[in-house]
């Protein structure tokens, strides 16, 4: 299946980014902080590791038809996290490096008739097996930046920007919680309307760079090089799902 073997390419490209900042913290550096409230690089390694995990056992469900949860509860996925966060860099560097091949290899290994399959995560809808590899990718590229180690959002690929970009600014359309507005990347054909269906107030346009739209919507970037039509405030959206 010529999308797995494109799609594991990407990632294991993005992996090795990953652990190329990963392998360069040291264990003071690890327990700083991340830009996740709350959480050290530390945390974010040990999450990034425990993902794996849960996507193999995604995997596996696919391809056994036995149903098997990504992770046992979403109180055990946090005690995981907390207990392996404190860890030195050299074992958070192994452990994301480790969970990262058993996936791929998982993957790689699974048969073209499997990759159909719906399974569903701790959150959500079922989708096809397929879309753990966009899911992983996501997880791999957004997680690198909050490591705050050096990988910024200018730093994510162009083909990570092009298919991110309209997924994540569609999870913003029809909330009643989101302010309205059209975001439009540069060089894009359409643009994103975010917010309510319903009348009410006009939107605001936000215009920029994709990447930089992309780590506001995502709750990665504080906006400022965006451009807001009329010179007014950018809006303030409410956390990413």
Same mark, same amino acid.
Request: with cysteine; glycine share 8%; proline share 8%.
């Given at each position: 299946?010529?999308?797995?073997?494109?799609?594991?390419?990407?990632?294991?490209?993005?992996? @090795?980014?990953?652990?190329?900042?990963?392998?360069?913290?040291?264990?003071?550096?690890?327990?700083?902080?991340?830009?996740?409230?709350?959480?050290?690089?530390?945390?974010?390694?040990?999450?990034?590791?425990?993902?794996?995990?849960?996507?193999?056992?995604?995997?596996?469900?696919?391809?056994?038809?036995?149903?098997?949860?990504?992770?046992?509860?979403?109180?055990?996925?946090?005690?995981?996290?907390?207990?392996?966060?404190?860890?030195?860099?050299?074992?958070?560097?192994?452990?994301?490096?480790?969970?990262?091949?058993?996936?791929?290899?998982?993957?790689?290994?699974?048969?073209?008739?499997?990759?159909?399959?719906?399974?569903?995560?701790?959150?959500?809808?079922?989708?096809?097996?397929?879309?753990?590899?966009?899911?992983?990718?996501?997880?791999?590229?957004?997680?690198?930046? @909050?490591?705050?180690?050096?990988?910024?959002?200018?730093?994510?690929?162009? @083909?990570?920007?092009?298919?991110?970009?309209?997924?994540?600014?569609?999870?913003?359309?029809?909330?009643?919680?989101?302010?309205?507005?059209?975001?439009?990347?540069?060089?894009?054909?359409?643009?994103?309307?975010?917010?309510?269906?319903?009348?009410?107030?006009?939107?605001?346009?936000?215009?920029?760079?994709?990447?930089?739209?992309?780590?506001?919507?995502?709750?990665?970037? @504080?906006?400022?090089?965006?451009?807001v039509a009329g010179g007014g405030a950018l809006p303030e959206l409410p956390p990413w799902r």
């Amino acid at each position: 299946m010529n999308e797995v073997s494109h799609s594991l390419d990407r990632l294991a490209a993005a992996n @090795d980014r990953l652990l190329a900042t990963a392998t360069a913290l040291s264990d003071a550096q690890a327990r700083e902080p991340s830009l996740l409230p709350g959480w050290s690089r530390g945390h974010v390694l040990t999450h990034i590791a425990r993902n794996a995990d849960g996507m193999v056992n995604l995997l596996r469900w696919a391809r056994t038809g036995a149903e098997t949860p990504m992770y046992a509860s979403a109180a055990s996925r946090a005690a995981d996290i907390e207990a392996g966060a404190g860890r030195s860099a050299a074992e958070l560097f192994a452990d994301v490096r480790n969970s990262s091949a058993v996936f791929a290899a998982a993957a790689a290994a699974m048969p073209s008739d499997a990759w159909t399959a719906q399974v569903w995560a701790l959150h959500g809808p079922a989708f096809p097996v397929f879309g753990v590899l966009e899911r992983r990718l996501s997880e791999v590229e957004i997680h690198h930046v @909050d490591l705050v180690a050096g990988y910024l959002p200018g730093d994510w690929p162009e @083909d990570f920007l092009i298919e991110a970009l309209p997924r994540v600014a569609e999870s913003f359309a029809g909330r009643a919680d989101v302010p309205p507005c059209v975001a439009w990347a540069e060089g894009a054909k359409d643009p994103f309307r975010l917010g309510p269906d319903q009348a009410g107030p006009p939107p605001v346009f936000v215009r920029g760079q994709p990447a930089d739209l992309l780590a506001w919507l995502l709750g990665r970037g @504080d906006g400022r090089t965006l451009t807001v039509a009329g010179g007014g405030a950018l809006p303030e959206l409410p956390p990413w799902r």
